[in-house]
């Protein structure tokens, strides 16, 4: 889902929403987001009652005596009074010996007619009792492990009366006030329309949707439309059919007057439709960015493997929402910015094809997702456009609190989490592209999708983080712990200081991280770019202490020290400064000099240990030196020189003595 969804769906409550065509691009989109979100945060209490309110009545995550192999939807549906009649047939088998009692999560609102054994209900008619957003069912036989069974739930009611959050809407759109009608089930939602067991760890097998109502309604559902049937009452049923495994809450309908159209994907000799199903007075201002979509299939193709559901079809479905919802095969998309566009269809992969196991775990649909776009935008702007991207999603995720692995499902606001779920879960994929390089973290994205435990099923970061551990060939445990299950993000100080030897430049670095509580310090690789006048040193140390210090080769005499200088890392660095230098100890150096900053007059002491040539030069960042001093024939002992400060620009500069013995060297500020 796009977040703006959630926030919408809030925003339709108060009454806040705002309809319309959304033009901006990426970062506006981002800006429009973020700013949402606030707007409704600051009810934030009062929504997180409501939904545990909502919760309170069920036994979230359905009933696990059962496991669920189809759903097929036969609905029937007005706008005008706003009404659903259903006939919904469910397949399962017992998980459980003797099963001979069951329940089916369904909202309270709905009356159920009566439930039936059997495919359409065509068996005998079956005992239930109505509970609090729930149906018990009594079967006539119990049913031993594994063993099949299907019946048909007969019920009616208002959806969107049901829905306290949205999750189905009757609404108007267009200067004609068009009707239109929508769900968007995720997370809680798909009881509302639906019977079901209301969990995203039970995936079905196949799923069926016929929607029937007025003639003016083009009604779009997941899978392939097998046909369209005009009734004698002149209504007119659209049958779709989904043939791979999909969750409950990616089960959907959009239906208006929809104008359709085309932009199909080929791939390799097979070409599959790509159907928009739009506002007709939409459609001329979104038709170039609706043509990007068989582009961004190409470019996901190379990045993740084939589309998930190929034989089907991609496509989207307008609705009022100035968000996306990744519908299988067919998105739900309020705004059109190729951002929104990429996301939604990022998540056929991430949360489609895999769906996370528990909604503790959402960064896996919403993170990968959102990585999503900048691999998007990647692939179209090159790295300038990826590290812009990236940027926005690391200042994003630096406002995240808590720990990305959700601790309260509760609240759905939790749950979609602007800072944390989507821009934290890219940036933890972004480093983790970082950690592994490449070739290895393209290879464990296309190895977790492909893999045959979670390919179509569900996943948890456990199953993630297998599949990248067996894909590198080395444990990652630091990595996910710190991140998924820890909070905040390193903070940095650094000192270095010259640590060249005779012919042998380097530079020593001390890299200090301010205390965290979980964890207490990061462990992480990190680069580091020595700079010196003979050219730059690139380096990658592994960081598993609070308090460490490496030291690091250099071309030439080290000028300067960038941790972290291609942004691998969400992290802040609070001072980088060079303290006194010299192979020794700094607090053991004999040199010193005064006053720092210094304008007119700078007094130089050290201990010569041997006589002979003494060289006093004053070296500009980039190593050059700007003056220089040389002595003959000093003898050993304390030294003390009174040199004036040459005409150099004002700045930093390192003073440096050259003596028989090694170097010695300080920062000094010319004023
Ligand atoms: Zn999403």
Redesign the pocket.
Known sequence: ???RSTLLLFLLLSGLASYGQSTEGIDACQTTKTRYFGKVFRDAQARQASVANYLSGQAYPGDSTIDITYYGLNLRLTHTPAYLNGATTISFKATSANLSRFFLDLNTQHKVDSIKVGRGGAGAVLTFVRETNRVQVTLPQPLSIGQAYTLTVFYQGNPASASGFGSFAFATHGPTNAPVIWSLSEPYGTQDWFPCKDTPADKADSSAVDLTADKQFVSVSNGRLIGTTDNPDGTRTYRWRNSYPIAHYLISLAMTNYQQYDTPFTSGTQTMPVNHYVYPETLPSIQANLDLTPNMLRIFTERFGPYPFLREKYGHAEFNWRG???HQTISSMGAWNPGIIA??LG?QWF?DKITCRNWQNIWL??GF??YSEALYVEATGGATSYNANINGNMTRARSATGTLYVQNISSINSIFDNNRS?SKGAVVLHMLRGVLGEDVFFRAIKNYVAAPNLAYGTAITEDFQAIVEQTAGRKLDYFFREWIYGQGFPTYRVTWQDASTTGKPGVQVRLTQTPGTNPVSFTMPVQMRVGSAAGDTLVTVFNDLADQTFTLPAKGAPTGVVIDPNNLIMKQVTSTSMTVTGIEDPSESSLVVYPNPASDKLTVKFKLEKPGTVTVSLVNLLGSSVSSHSMQLVKSGEQTLSLPVPPVAAGRYILRVDTPTGRQSVGVMIR
Do not use: L
Request: no cysteine; proline share 0%.
């Open positions: 889902m796009n977040r996306g919802m990744e996301h939604e998540h949360g649909n919403e997702a959102t989507y």
